[in-house]
């Protein structure tokens, strides 16, 4: 039984994000993603805080990081033809910060499969994002899906023995190629399912990660719940009165795809994968 011994809580993190995708309906599970995420990225910055790892210049440069982004957001919302690819943008970033997170949880340390999955995971999406963000036809997505599932076939052949044994992290690349190879075939949900049901199971995942790693579980669970109950109030001000204290600048899809791209940036380190 230790061969199935989930340390890293894969399973409970997968079936709560298909909980929510199958009782919420997609602009519902859309609108809680926004809502979770904000706490999630606050969450971030705090523990970066309190690990010290958030100086002068560290805030100086998220600051700017911030600036430049929101310049972005606005451009968006002024020229909304930019939006669906600011869509895309963020969630071909997200998926390789994802990606990269689940290769730190289940400890995967050979840099080349690291770099070669990373590679992989971005590519399936491409073909599919397309489909759904500017209507490109399956003339053009399943050609371009065929050759992204050959790269990856290639690449990722000979590095199999690499992953012996880590019975979850086959299982989690299984789900993550499956996924795009399905929908660019067959587009049975919506992008609000799509984009919903993947960020959302990165904030739950590392939400029990984080508590079953913690040795302050006493502090952990309290901070983490009072800072989203502060968002999801926040949230629920927005809903009833949308311009009050510009909070569209938190809760607006666009502003949100904005933050998560400077979440993304500002916890990244090449040290991770090269």
Known sequence: MTFFRDPTFFVPSLLITILFVLVLSPKSLFIFMILLGQGHFMLAYLYKHFAGRLERRDLVMLLGLILLVGCGCFAVVYFPFLFPYLIFLTLIIFIFHSTLDEMKIFEIGDRGLRQRIL????????????????????????????????????????KLKVIQGKVFFCVFLAISFFIPVILTLFPVISLYTL????????????????FTKTNDKKTYVPIVLWVNISVFLLGIIHNLSPGVLHLYLLFDPVFFYGWTIVHIVATFSMREIV
Do not use: C, D, E, Q
């Open 195 to 210: 984009s919903g049901g993947i960020i959302l199971y990165h904030y739950v995942r590392w939400y029990l990660y984080y």
């Open 119 to 158: 590679f992989s995971s971005v590519i399936l999406y491409v073909p599919l994002l397309m489909a759904y963000l500017f209507n490109i036809g399956k003339g053009v997505t399943i050609p371009l899906l065929i050759i992204s599932a050959l790269l990856t076939v290639s690449m990722l052949s000979s």
